[in-house]
């Protein structure tokens, strides 16, 4: 039996952390949500989405993948361009290409995709809709525009002011 390696992990740097976690170098033009995050509302994105944490309400990356992690759980409303499931999810989610519930997956809802994978092992509940997504991710590339349009190009309250150290 092998003995599982830890090497990769990072140790608590005080009594404060709450957990050891895995050190995740996410790659340019990739976006982590991490476990210890809870997030409710809207979210737009031009890159790509890794979450490992909670996602609830409206998640629209239309032209990026978007990967639930085993440790992630997401209930919204999702237009992606591919969507990869191994956490929970809940909810209607749309693929410009696939949706793929791998087998630890948990998810409830709708998936719409031309391309639909789900392997064996996973838990799913729902409808699987395979048409053309054309029409939902033009919805969707509309949404991204219209949100980072309307984003001002400078925000000189939300500058970042360094701490001294004692």
């Known amino acids: 039996m092998r003995k599982p390696n830890h090497d990769h992990m990072t140790q608590p740097s005080d009594e404060n952390t709450l957990a050891v976690l895995p050190d995740i170098d996410a790659p340019q033009g990739v976006t982590l949500i991490g476990p210890t995050f809870v997030v409710k509302g809207e979210l737009t994105a031009a890159e790509h989405l890794i979450i490992e944490g909670q996602f609830e309400g409206q998640l629209v990356i239309p032209d990026h993948g978007l990967a639930v992690g085993k440790r992630g759980k997401v209930s919204a409303g999702v237009i992606a361009k591919t969507i990869t499931v191994l956490g929970q999810a809940k909810g209607k989610l749309t693929a410009a290409d696939k949706v793929e519930l791998r087998s630890s997956a948990t998810v409830e809802g709708c998936l719409v995709a031309e ?51 004692p």
Request: net charge positive; proline share 6%.
């Open 115 to 165: 391309t639909v994978v789900i392997e064996e092992g996973a838990y799913f509940k729902g409808t699987v809709i395979q048409k053309r997504t054309e029409a939902a991710i033009a919805v969707g590339r509309h949404r991204l525009k219209q949100q980072t349009s309307a984003l001002p190009t400078t925000r000189p309250d939300l500058v970042a002011t360094p701490i001294e150290q």
